[in-house]
């Protein structure tokens, strides 16, 4: 097919649901092969997993730069989809499987 070519074919044992692989959390796989960094969650899309008023889809619309730009970023303000609502959260939390889902879900 057109769309493989020049690509490494990737083992089938990858794409089992028996495999060993396939066992492993989805929050192991987005550590693993996603890693969140606070520089590109700007205008990311997230699912919040107990929807709060409504509010399920939400936005990152701002990443909260330090005062001095030597210091680490921690905070993301977070704007849902249905009300336009702005929460600020630390960006740590959105790693958290328990809460949040990457993408609208």
């Given at each position: 097919?057109?769309?493989?070519?020049?690509?490494?074919?990737?083992?089938?044992?990858?794409?089992?649901?028996?495999?060993?692989?396939?066992?492993?959390?989805?929050?192991?796989?987005?550590?693993?092969?996603?890693?969140?960094?606070?520089?590109?969650l700007l205008l990311?899309?997230?699912?919040?997993?107990?929807?709060?008023?409504?509010?399920?889809?939400?936005?990152?619309?701002?990443?909260?730069?330090?005062?001095?730009?030597?210091?680490?970023?921690?905070?993301?303000?977070?704007?849902?989809?249905?009300?336009?609502?702005?929460?600020?959260?630390?960006?740590?939390?959105?790693?958290?499987?328990?809460?949040?889902?990457?993408?609208?879900?």
């Amino acid at each position: 097919m057109g769309f493989k070519k020049g690509v490494a074919a990737l083992p089938a044992a990858l794409f089992s649901p028996t495999s060993p692989d396939a066992a492993r959390s989805k929050a192991t796989f987005r550590t693993a092969m996603n890693p969140l960094h606070p520089k590109k969650l700007l205008l990311t899309k997230w699912t919040a997993v107990q929807p709060a008023s409504k509010n399920k889809h939400f936005l990152v619309a701002r990443v909260i730069q330090p005062e001095p730009p030597s210091e680490v970023i921690e905070w993301v303000e977070l704007e849902a989809v249905y009300s336009s609502a702005v929460m600020r959260i630390d960006w740590r939390t959105l790693r958290d499987e328990t809460l949040w889902r990457q993408g609208w879900v």
